[in-house]
Structures are given as C-alpha cells and as structure tokens.
C-alpha cells in the first residue's frame, strides 16, 4: 500500500471540479489517457510507468500554463514507502520523457535513470520525510504568485472561499539560496502545517496526496495571486470576517478537505484581524477546532 492510501480520499481544493459531481475537466485524449479524475483517488494503486507518465503530463502543464520556462521547476511523486520518482535537472520540464525521470530513495540517493536528480530534491525529501500523507510535490515559479514572494508578500488575506477552504492561507517562507540545506531549514516549520507555500524572492512549492492535487494547488494559486491583484489595481482587496472564515473552515468537511496534519496553521487575515499579518496568533489544532465549534454554535443561536 503506497503511503497516505490509508487516509483514502483528499479533495483537492477546487470546489466545483471533478467526477465526484459529474464535471468533466481535463484537456485532450493524450492527456486523458496520462492522467484523469482517478488520479486524485490516492488509493488508486497505480504502476511506475503511469507515475512517469502523469509527471510529464504535469510538466507540460506547468510549461503550458507559463508556471515555469526554459529549466525550471521540478516534480516527484513517491513511488512506495521507501523510493521516490522524480525530473532530472537543467531540462525543460514540459518536454520530457518517462524515460528522463530519475528513482532515488529517501535519503537522497539515485537508484535508477540515466540523468541526474532535481537540484531540490532536498525540499521534496523533506515533505516526504515529514508528511506520511503527502504523495506528491510541485514546484514553480508561476509570474504572479513569484511576484508576490520577490515583493515580500503572503497570500495571506481572507478573500475566497475556494482558497481558505482548500488551503486556508498560502504563507511566504524567507528566502534561502535554491537547492541548500538553509532552504530546507526554512521550510522545515511549515510543512506539517500547510499544503502550498511561498518561497520568497524564489516561487511556490505545493503538495498533496496525489500529482493532480499538488498541480492543482499550484494552479489554484496562481489563480489567486492573480485576483488579488485585480482586486488591489479595482480599489482594494475586501475581506471576510473572521466569522465568515470560521463557517468556511466549519464546511471543509462537506467539501472533503482534510487539513494538514500537523495542526496550528494561521487563520488568513480578516476584516476583524488588523491590517498587518503580525497580529496573526497561532494556534494548535484543538484550539482552532474549539474556535470553529463555538462560533458555528453562537451562529446557529442568533439564527
Ligand atoms: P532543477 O532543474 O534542478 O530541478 O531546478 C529547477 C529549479 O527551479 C530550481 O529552483
């Protein structure tokens, strides 16, 4: 049984997609074949040869959709408990071939393939390393998300629903030179707690107990970032009360969203938080989950 499988299914964040409700999504019979709605079904045991297959459909994606260009970027997915499958280095992610892909194991070793492993698999090791659930990384430089990680900037506001009931907030880890140890050391107190992060005057990182939920989250943000700035250039972002985020987070279930396990993830800024994200608290799981319970139930009274 491949890691996580046990958890069974993990939406992926977008609330109108999939087969679930009848949609269908994907592009072009190629792709189809490579990689479709069973693809986010984590228990769906899949051969290595089709995990070579979904990671170059999702390097053509992310190279389609301008997330990344020339040599960036890199992809894996864990291939059982103890091998990892991931793109080589220095080349183009949406043109390659199964047969590019490299196998190492957790430590960091090759086992298999003829290039030479991502210059991040030290990130990618890391969430496996500290996510039992995680399956799947992405990462990117997508232009408007990138651009707000080089101006400093989180995605931190509460504006859409999608967004703070998929991935609550999308938090920006300080930069660290791409490919060392002091990278790792800097993501390392985020990952138990979120599944798409900022790398700040870098891109984005994002994770999930599949290939199609990690891109999707890629996608997802970017989308965001995106909006967020037609909301500032159109006067101004207007956000959610903390109550209005409180019976987001209180739907998750509905929509099939497990949080990440690690607990203690910041609420996105509010209407009712401040302005600045220092006012943000942190918070363990059972408290936010105490949070949620009592504002539902002061809601359902003022009904
Ligand atoms: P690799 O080609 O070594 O995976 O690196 C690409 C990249 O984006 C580094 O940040």
Redesign the pocket.
């Known amino acids: 049984m491949r890691p996580g499988s046990r958890r069974g299914f993990k939406f992926n964040g977008s609330l109108c997609w999939g087969q679930r409700n009848g949609l269908d999504h994907i592009p072009g019979k190629e792709e189809q074949r490579a990689m479709n709605t069973n693809s986010l079904w984590s228990t769906h045991e899949k051969s290595e040869n089709q995990h070579r297959r979904e990671i170059c459909t999702a390097g053509k994606w992310m190279y389609d959709r301008g997330f990344?260009v020339a040599?960036?970027?890199?992809i894996s997915v864990r291939l059982d408990e103890d091998r990892i499958l991931t793109?080589?280095?220095?080349?183009n992610?949406g043109m390659l071939e199964p047969q590019d892909l490299v196998v190492t194991n957790l430590e960091g070793r090759q086992l298999a393939g003829e290039r030479k492993f991502?210059?991040?698999i030290a990130m990618h090791l890391l969430f496996y390393h500290m996510r039992p659930d995680v399956n799947a990384i992405c990462?990117?430089?997508p232009p408007t998300t990138t651009g707000f990680a080089a101006a400093g900037r989180s995605l931190n506001q509460a504006l859409l629903p999608e967004v703070i009931i998929g991935l609550g907030q999308i938090p920006l880890v300080r930069y660290a030179t791409?490919?060392t140890p002091e990278l790792s050391a800097a993501i390392e107190p985020f990952v138990p707690h979120y599944d798409a992060l900022l790398l700040a005057n870098?891109?984005a990182v994002t994770c999930g107990p599949d290939l199609l939920t990690a891109f999707f989250r890629m996608e997802t943000i970017e989308h965001f970032a995106k909006i967020v700035l037609a909301a500032e250039l159109a006067g101004g972002p207007v956000l959610l009360s903390s109550r209005e985020v409180a019976k987001l987070m209180a739907a998750r279930t509905r929509y099939f969203v497990t949080p990440p396990p690690g607990g203690g993830a910041e609420l996105p800024e509010t209407s009712d938080t401040g302005e600045s994200s220092s006012s943000h608290v942190s918070l363990t799981r059972n408290e936010l989950d105490a949070l949620i319970d009592e504002a539902v139930r002061k809601d359902r009274a003022r009904r």
């Open positions: 990344i040599c960036e970027g890199n793109t080589p280095t220095c080349m992610k991502s210059s991040e990462h990117a430089h791409p490919g870098h891109g």
